[in-house]
């Protein structure tokens, strides 16, 4: 299993190398992880539509490049990251997807209790979810103080083949990695929840 690794905003490959390389080790499985453009040493300007560039590039890589096959590819994104992991998920067949702290859309972010999805609203995920054909866990802190707990529970409701989710009681939006249930859920999704499907 390739795990695809799609950052949340504040941090770099850099940043996340030495997690990255634990999270592989404990889960037995490869982290392919890419910068988005403008960040890092990636060239380029941070925008929506080169956050989709980016995964798509980092896709190309790992299928033709790497020779990895889709049904190895688990996309898993953090915060802004479920973005293009949505986006790429709801146009490509993969193993699995996994959600860490997801937001529904730019705006909803801003604006929790927003119900529709309007023309200049940014990142719309929760339009894009539907599509998505893969097992899909969602992880998200109670008390995510970044992007509203909400978010997750609008995602998990739309998505065509979730599994039982981790809501993860009293976490909020940068400590949910540091709560053991993390890893253990984790590491059940990957051996017991992808067995089964």
């Known amino acids: 299993v390739v795990s695809t690794q799609s950052t949340g905003n504040a941090v770099d490959l850099g940043q996340m190398s030495s997690f ?3 999270l592989g080790t404990r889960l037995n499985c490869n982290i392919f992880s890419y910068d988005y453009s403008g960040y890092g040493a990636s060239s380029g300007r941070p925008s929506e539509r080169n956050i989709y560039a980016d995964i798509e590039a980092a ?5 033709t490049r790497f020779g990895v096959s889709t049904d190895k590819i688990v996309l898993y994104g953090q915060s802004i990251g479920t973005v293009p992991t949505i986006d790429l998920a709801s146009r490509y067949e993969v193993r699995a997807v996994i959600l860490h702290s997801p937001l529904a859309s730019g705006l909803r972010v ?3 209790d927003t119900k529709k999805t309007w023309c200049f609203d940014v990142f719309p995920s929760i339009e894009k979810i539907a599509h998505v054909q893969a097992p899909t866990l969602i992880i998200h802190g109670t008390e ?3 992007i509203d707990f909400s978010a997750g529970l609008q995602l998990y ?14 976490a909020g939006h940068n400590d949910i990695e ?3 249930v993390y890893l253990d859920r ?3 999704f990957l051996e017991k929840d992808l067995a089964n499907k």
């Open 157 to 170: 409701e739309r998505c065509p083949k979730p599994v039982d989710p981790l809501w993860v009681e009293g």
């Open 186 to 188: 984790l590491k059940s």
């Open 144 to 146: 995510d103080e970044v």
């Open 59 to 63: 896709w190309n890589a790992l299928r």
């Open 20 to 22: 990255y390389v634990g």
């Open 110 to 112: 801003a604006c929790p």
């Open 178 to 180: 540091l709560y053991a």
